[in-house]
T-cell receptor, first 112, second 112 residues
Framework: KQEVTQIPAALSVPEGENLVLNCSFT??????LQWFRQDPGKGLTSLLL?????REQTSGRLNASLDKSSGRSTLYIAASQPGDSATYLC???????????FGQGTRLTINP | EADIYQTPRYLVIGTGKKITLECSQT?????MYWYQQDPGMELHLIHY???????EKGDLSSESTVSRIRTEHFPLTLESARPSHTSQYLC???????????FGSGTQLSVL
């Protein structure tokens, strides 16, 4: 069974810092990995999608990496801003299952 | 920008009532999903559909039912709501199961 773990569960940093969020998964047989952002009481917004053949994806101040063999992904946020405060979730699409398995998320707070 | 809509946004009802949560998307996506999320917890897949007249149960057992009579519409029904059904319900869609997942804003259901 595919399990997805995100550490830490919560993170608080001052504005302007660069930070890294971590995601690990137990089964390396995946099609892709997605990072999402969720604001309180809202739905999820897809930030980045990395196919299993890719090593990283970038969008603005966000960079996501994927190391399939070790079952790890990181989301790097550069020059953090208070508007980045949200819960960040990663999810993998397991081969053969064709459905996403989500981690519990990291709740990020950027302090002005 | 995602075009997937959920109504109502919030719903407070009494035990035993029948309810239908609406989800519609205008992107022509074949794949649609319903997730359940409790506060601070991960998302659990409760139903999915790969096209018209196709529905499957997800990983988390749910007393709800779904239908997919039209591509754009994927409603979820609870025949007799109970307090244990109190949760946030999130609808999502994607063009294929390997591409970005787009979420609606969710329905926060409270059963008294």
């Amino acid at each position: 069974k595919q399990e997805v773990t995100q550490i830490p569960a919560a993170l608080s940093v001052p504005e302007g810092e660069n930070l890294v969020l971590n995601c690990s998964f137990t089964d390396s047989a995946i099609y892709n990995l997605q990072w999402f952002r969720q604001d309180p009481g809202k739905g999820l917004t897809s930030l980045l999608l990395i196919q299993s053949s890719q090593r990283e994806q970038t969008s603005g101040r966000l960079n996501a990496s994927l190391d399939k063999s070790s079952g790890r992904s990181t989301l790097y946020i550069a020059a953090s801003q208070p508007g980045d405060s949200a819960t960040y979730l990663c999810a993998v699409t397991k081969q053969g299952a064709q459905k996403l398995v989500f981690g519990q998320g990291t709740r990020l707070t950027i302090n002005p | 920008e995602a075009d997937i809509y959920q109504t109502p946004r919030y719903l407070v009802i009494g035990t035993g009532k029948k309810i239908t949560l609406e989800c519609s998307q205008t992107m022509g996506h074949d794949k649609m999903y319903w997730y359940q999320q409790d506060p601070g917890m991960e998302l659990h897949l409760i139903h999915y559909s790969y096209g018209v007249n196709s529905t499957e149960k997800g990983d988390l057992s749910s007393e709800s039912t779904v239908s997919r009579i039209r591509t754009e519409h994927f409603p979820l029904t609870l025949e007799s709501a109970r307090p244990s059904h109190t949760s946030q319900y999130l609808c999502a869609s994607s063009r294929t199961e390997f591409e970005k997942l787009f979420f609606g804003s969710g329905t926060q259901l409270s059963v008294l």
